[in-house]
T-cell receptor, first 109, second 115 residues
Framework: GIQVEQSPPDLILQEGANSTLRCNFSDSVNNLQWFHQNPWGQLINLFYIPSGTKQNGRLSATTVATERYSLLYISSSQTTDSGVYFCAVDASGTYKYIFGTGTRLKVLA | KAGVTQTPRYLIKTRGQQVTLSCSPISGHRSVSWYQQTPGQGLQFLFEYFSETQRNKGNFPGRFSGRQFSNSRSEMNVSTLELGDSALYLC??????????????FGPGTRLLVL
């Protein structure tokens, strides 16, 4: 089955810093999403981005489907950005999402 | 619109018992997926339902089952509980239609502890 690798596994930043999170996948995908899981376990969808670039405030994402990777950019990080960021891919086209192991982000005040 | 709701939020069971978890999707969403999250295995896909039909199933034993009702609400059942079934069970709903809206919206989860 498709493999999803995320890097780095852990990241500690000072408030205001920028960061780039990476997601590599082993096969072509139909769907790709980025999620943020807060300390209470709630998964919040950030982007649905099977290809191209999207921006939402301080967050942006780029997926290069032909090279099988996606990047999530966080600018001017805030303490509320802390949590775990997951990339999830679906190769079947029917919502069978495979999640990466996540990047655990801690933003220090 | 109200978000995805899951009940109960917390549950404690003993080995050998069975459990039923419920998920109400966002109004108008017809696809419901279930995931299990554990510290060791991460987030794993259980199954996905659309229009009362299971379209996909993950690599879980037959003790894990689910169903979807005509109003899109879904339930999952785990029989003969094992200690390793302790996890956060997450439900997600999705609209069905144009490719650009294949986004999943997750509920708060049900934390199951098996003793």
């Amino acid at each position: 089955g498709i493999q999803v690798e995320q890097s780095p596994p852990d990241l500690i930043l000072q408030e205001g810093a920028n960061s780039t999170l990476r997601c590599n996948f082993s096969d072509s995908v139909n769907n790709l999403q980025w999620f943020h899981q807060n300390p209470w376990g709630q998964l919040i969808n950030l982007f649905y981005i099977p290809s191209g670039t999207k921006q939402n405030g301080r967050l942006s994402a780029t997926t290069v489907a032909t090279e099988r990777y996606s990047l999530l950019y966080i600018s001017s990080s805030q303490t509320t950005d802390s949590g775990v960021y997951f990339c999830a891919v679906d190769a079947s086209g029917t919502y069978k999402y495979i999640f990466g192991t996540g990047t655990r982000l801690k933003v220090l005040a | 619109k109200a978000g995805v709701t899951q009940t109960p939020r917390y549950l404690i069971k003993t080995r050998g018992q069975q459990v039923t978890l419920s998920c109400s999707p966002i109004s108008g969403h017809r696809s419901v997926s279930w995931y299990q999250q554990t510290p060791g295995q991460g987030l794993q896909f259980l199954f996905e339902y659309f229009s009362e039909t299971q379209r996909n199933k993950g690599n879980f034993p037959g003790r894990f089952s689910g169903r979807q009702f005509s109003n899109s609400r879904s339930e999952m059942n785990v029989s003969t509980l094992e200690l390793g079934d302790s996890a956060l069970y997450l439900c997600a709903s999705s609209p069905h239609g144009r490719a650009e809206i294949k986004t999943q919206y997750f509920g708060p989860g049900t934390r199951l502890l098996v003793l």
